[in-house]
C-alpha cells in the first residue's frame, strides 16, 4: 500500500474556511445561543473541504477511484477524446457531502489535458459528461494502456481545478485536482478492462479499486 500526504484540510478551501468561521464567531458574540444555524454552516464547510489519508492499492494494474461517490453509469461508446476509439465509461457522482479531491487512477505520463467550457445541469445526469463544464486528462500507462479521466461540474459547481499538465509523470492515487459543491468524474478505460463495481454502488477515492487491467 502506498500512502501521500494529503492536508487533511483541502487547500482550495482555505478563505472559504476562514470566512465561515469568522462568521460563527461573529454570529455568537451578536446573537449568542441563536448562532447555532451559523455553527451548522461552519460545520458543513469544513466537511465539505476534508481531504483524508488514502491507502493506495500498489497492485499492478489497478485503477483506482479518481473521486468519492456513487457510481451511476457504466456502459461502452465511442471515445470523445480518442478518435475512433470505443472505450468503457464509469462514471462517479459526488454529492456535497462527497469528499471532492480528486485522485490519479493509475500511474503513468500525461499525453494531453482539454478544457471545455460548458453548463451547470445536474451532474448526476449523463448528459452532464458532454454539456457541462468539464477537464479532462488522459493517462498513458508504462504498458501503453490509454485511461482519460475527466473532472464535470455540476448543478452548483463552479470552479474546477486541475493541477497538472501535458508531459508531467504522475502516480497512482496522487492528487491532482478540485471540483467545488457537487460534481462528477467520468473515467474512459479501455474495452475489455475488467471492472470491480457496479451502477448504484458507493466508492471511496483512492481506497477503492474500480477496475483492473487484464
Known amino acids: 500500500m502506498a500512502t501521500f500526504d494529503y492536508p487533511i484540510l483541502a487547500r482550495e478551501g482555505r478563505v472559504h474556511l476562514i470566512a465561515s468561521l469568522a462568521c460563527g464567531i461573529l454570529a455568537t458574540l451578536v446573537w449568542g445561543w441563536w448562532s447555532i444555524p451559523v455553527w451548522l454552516l461552519v460545520i458543513f464547510v469544513f466537511q465539505f473541504f476534508r481531504d483524508p489519508k488514502r491507502q493506495i492499492t500498489d497492485q499492478a494494474g489497478a485503477i483506482v477511484a479518481p473521486a468519492s461517490g456513487q457510481v451511476v453509469f457504466i456502459g461502452e461508446m465511442p471515445n470523445p477524446y480518442l478518435e475512433g476509439v470505443t472505450s468503457l465509461k464509469v462514471s462517479i457522482f459526488m454529492n456535497v457531502f462527497s469528499v471532492h479531491s480528486n485522485l490519479v487512477p493509475i500511474a503513468g505520463e500525461i499525453k494531453d489535458c482539454w478544457y471545455h467550457p460548458g453548463k451547470f445541469f445536474n451532474a448526476a445526469l449523463d448528459k452532464a459528461s ?85
Open 130 to 214: 458532454t454539456e457541462n463544464e468539464r477537464n479532462a486528462i488522459w493517462i498513458r500507462t508504462p504498458q501503453g494502456e490509454d485511461v482519460i479521466s475527466i473532472q464535470i461540474a455540476g448543478l452548483v459547481a463552479r470552479r474546477i481545478l486541475s493541477y497538472v499538465k501535458k508531459g508531467d509523470k504522475v502516480a497512482t492515487g496522487e492528487r491532482y485536482g478540485f471540483i467545488r459543491f457537487g460534481s462528477r468524474v467520468d473515467l474512459y478505460l479501455p474495452t475489455g478492462t475488467s471492472l470491480n463495481v457496479n451502477i448504484g454502488q458507493w466508492v471511496t477515492s483512492g481506497n477503492d479499486v474500480v477496475a483492473n487491467f487484464s
